[in-house]
């Protein structure tokens, strides 16, 4: 029973709560095909913060640029270490996944794997913000960011890199978690958040006008690329959130001009629930 | 003087031993059994009620960065218990590592996947549901559960539900880690207590426990305990604020001492 199970906090895009909604105005007139038509997402730099990307893997088509490794190191001040990855692997599967789906949208955006799952548990959020870091300071156009935290302790630290990001004209773009818990960073406003729809057609999305969601995009049982050049059937917000960064990267590649509050503007316009009033 | 590690050279540590021993009995009688035949009994609840192949738990081991089999049920279950796996790679360390559930199947298709993992169980699943064990925002381990039959991979409902069997297994781990955690915790200050005094070892501790010859000091360190247990079920500021708080007393009792021997710093 798919029409009645989504991840906490993809309750609005079940198919009997997604809201209809109006446009109008030149807002109206944005239409899929100026926003993205024609678009490849060439020219456009991808990071995708998770656990890695495998670069020879056929889902990515030889697209991976390189990438970071953020480790936790006690041994320096500030415990993070950041090895340069000129071939990234993927330790688990997902990154790969991530970065498979924004492929097949956009493909021939560049990709970066920034890998910040280590071994260290009360590192971990440190890292998960350090690689977020190293994509505002890495000239990235567009950062995938399909893994959240729900510690408190680090909002404010999240908060600024997202504020960051927002003025640096960085499009983040942030799955909601699983569960229904407090979900870092994918709670801000000023990025663009996603949960999961259970459609499958990658470029049908739909817009949240309430909290704390924005965007739904397919997430439910899709065929993703895993590690060792597999392929796996899986589940989650993780797989919604690299939707919404490859059509934001198509619409990066052809309207380059765009700030996120823009680009926001044109994904809601371009919604599968908004229409011309 | 010569101090010696061995406890039966020193009747009063071999008590304060056995006292931290029948504390830890006391918490894990308090929780309906032994934690790992609770585990081993939700494993193969989880097992049963979804159909699945196989269950199991994974412990977090943070200081050797793996993950241990705890329990485990049904096919490939055979020795696993003990069985590590680097917390960083993996279905199961990815779970860990992001503190989010994941279903995924079709895992054997196309795909050298989890070859290892294979290796060590002589069983390679067909699909997963993995969830993490969540002390407060601590992930402390992880379930999954392998091969749901008649099915060919789990959904959402069996994310939910899932969840709700993993809240109860982070509990019955949660509580029996706290209390370890507490006897050590314990130990340490109190033999802290016990060895500060060179001139006389062990004096202070001894007289604190010969002055309530009816068990009534054990009742004070359940006292002790009991709070601390429930500072530490509070989250790991608490959990540090508890120790600190254990270590100024030995502290402060170490100096109460000094001043009314008149030993002074040495």
């Known amino acids: 029973m798919i029409d009645d199970s989504l991840p906490a906090y993809s309750q609005p895009f079940l198919p009997g709560a997604i809201r209809e909604l109006a446009s109008s105005g030149p807002l109206a007139e944005i239409t899929p095909e100026w926003a993205w038509g024609g678009s490849t997402g060439k020219g456009v730099k991808v990071a995708v913060v998770d656990t890695g990307i495998e670069y020879d893997h056929p889902a990515v088509g030889g697209m991976v640029r390189g990438g970071v490794v953020v480790e936790w190191d006690e041994s320096l001040e500030d415990k993070l270490r950041y090895d340069p990855d000129e071939h990234p692997i993927d330790v688990a599967g997902h990154g790969t996944g991530c970065a498979g789906i924004i492929h097949a949208i956009a493909p021939e955006a560049e990709l970066y794997s920034v890998r910040v799952l280590g071994t260290n548990m009360s590192g971990r959020a440190w890292q998960f913000g350090a690689g977020v870091n190293w994509a505002l300071e890495n000239g990235m156009d567009v950062v995938n960011l399909s893994l959240s935290t729900s510690k408190k302790d680090y909002f404010a630290m999240f908060h600024s890199l997202t504020d960051e990001a927002y003025f640096k004209n960085i499009m983040l773009v942030s799955a909601a978690s699983n569960f229904d818990e407090p979900s870092m960073p994918s709670l801000y406003a000023a990025l663009f958040s996603v949960s999961s729809h259970a459609g499958k057609d990658p470029f049908t999305y739909y817009y949240n006008p309430n909290p704390p969601v924005e965007f ?44 996120p509050f823009q680009i926001k503007s044109v994904l809601w316009a371009c919604a599968a629930n908004v229409r011309k009033a | 003087m010569v101090k010696s590690d061995n406890p039966k050279d020193n009747p009063l540590e071999e008590e304060l031993g056995h006292l931290i021993q029948a504390l830890s009995a006391a918490g894990r009688a308090a929780m309906l059994g032994s934690p790992d035949a609770l585990l081993s009994s939700i494993v193969e609840a989880a097992a049963r009620i979804f159909g699945a192949a196989a269950a199991s738990i994974l412990l977090v081991n943070e200081v050797e960065g793996e993950l241990e089999f705890k329990v485990a049920f049904g096919a490939g279950s055979d020795d696993l218990a003990g069985v590590r796996i680097p917390l960083n790679q993996g279905i199961a360390g990815y779970v860990a590592m992001s503190g989010q559930p994941i279903a995924i199947s079709d895992v054997a298709q196309d795909t050298r996947f989890n070859q290892d993992f ?102 004070d360190l359940l006292k002790i305990a009991d709070l601390l247990n429930e500072f530490s079920r509070m989250g790991e500021a608490e959990r540090e604020m508890a120790l600190k708080i254990l270590g100024f007393l030995a502290e402060y009792s170490q100096g109460q001492r000094r001043m009314s021997t008149g030993a002074g710093w040495r």
Not at chain 1, 230 to 248: D, E, L, M, R, W
């Open chain 2, 118 to 219: 294979a290796r060590s169980t002589g069983y390679v699943p067909r699909s997963i549901l993995a969830t993490p064990l969540l002390a407060g925002e601590r992930v402390i381990g992880v379930m999954e559960v392998l091969d749901k039959i008649n099915a060919p991979s789990f959904g959402m409902q069996d994310i939910e539900l899932l969840g709700l069997f993993a809240r109860q297994a982070a509990l019955a781990i949660d509580q029996a880690q706290n209390i370890e955690n507490m006897g050590e915790a314990l130990l340490i200050s109190l033999n802290r207590l016990a060895t500060s005094d060179p001139e006389h070892p062990l004096e202070n501790v001894r007289a604190v426990l010969q002055a309530s010859p009816d068990a009534g000091s054990g009742n």
């Open chain 1, 216 to 259: 739904g995009a397919p997430g439910i049982d899709l065929r993703v690329a895993w590690k060792d050049h597999g392929y796996v059937i899986a589940t989650g917000n993780s797989f919604a959130a690299p939707h919404i960064a490859g059509i934001v990267a198509l619409i990066r590649g052809k309207h380059p001009e765009l700030t």
